[in-house]
């Protein structure tokens, strides 16, 4: 185990929703990434977020949204859910010393289905 | 810009070797190597910084060349273990780890 946990495991949400998925970072990590995984595919970087703010971001529109709170967890919002945002959501938390990327501890992810 | 991964997929038998590539466009600060399995989370296996720096598992090998911004994974008398699918993420120093689509390795018995 990493000791990142996600949170929930599993949602379904129709069309047009809105969904916050939750991660709690490992003891003493400074840093989180969300990527997105679709099925069959590599992680797509979505974020990162370091002392609370954004770090870095990917290729994904306004609509994904995160916050880093004091103790490190995180948050990832989407609004206005598409189908296309079907996927295993997984968050990374490291502790960024330099400045590249540190060795990332991921949780279990959180499976979004849209409907 | 995403990392090219080669080959997609290998099937070995236990006990035979495997080489993974992944190789990328731009200048690279860093290279990162993990393996997921079926329904897991990724799992860090090394990492390959510019200048020769390696910070890792130590039964894991690999390789980084800076001037062609190509790394590869070497895998060795290969378990049934190391089932699973490799990816490669590529960091330019930017503070974003780019992966690759990834190598499925099938180890039979």
């Known amino acids: 185990e990493t000791g990142v946990t996600q949170s929930p495991t599993h949602l379904i949400k129709t069309r047009g929703q809105q969904v916050t998925l939750r991660c709690s970072s490992q003891?003493?990590?400074?840093?989180v990434s969300w990527y997105q995984q679709a099925l069959g595919q590599g992680p797509q970087f979505i974020f990162q977020?370091?002392?609370?703010?954004?770090?870095g971001r990917g290729n994904f529109p306004p609509r994904f949204s995160g916050l880093q709170f004091p103790n490190y967890s995180s948050e990832l919002n989407v609004n206005a859910l598409e189908l296309d945002d079907s996927a295993l959501y997984l968050c990374?938390?490291?502790?960024?010393?330099?400045?590249?990327?540190?060795?990332?501890?991921f949780g279990e992810g959180s499976r979004l289905t849209v409907l | 810009q995403q990392p090219v991964q080669s080959p997609q997929a290998v099937i070995l038998r236990e006990g035979e070797d495997a080489v993974i590539n992944c190789s990328s466009s731009?200048?690279?600060?860093?290279v990162h190597w993990y393996r997921q399995k079926h329904g897991e989370a990724p799992v860090f296996l090394m990492i390959?910084?510019?200048?020769?720096e390696q910070k890792g598992h130590e039964k894991i090998s690999a390789s980084f060349n800076e001037k062609k911004q190509q790394s590869s994974l070497y895998l060795t008398a290969s378990q049934l273990s190391y089932s699973g699918t490799y990816f490669c993420g590529t960091d330019r120093g930017a503070q974003k780890l780019v992966f690759g689509q990834g190598t499925r390795l099938t180890i039979n018995p």
């Open positions: 003891s003493g990590h400074n840093t």
């Open positions: 990374a938390s490291s502790f960024r010393t330099g400045s590249g990327t540190g060795e990332l501890f």
């Open positions: 390959l910084l510019k200048g020769g």
């Open positions: 731009k200048a690279l600060y860093s």
């Open positions: 977020y370091y002392r609370e703010e954004e770090n």
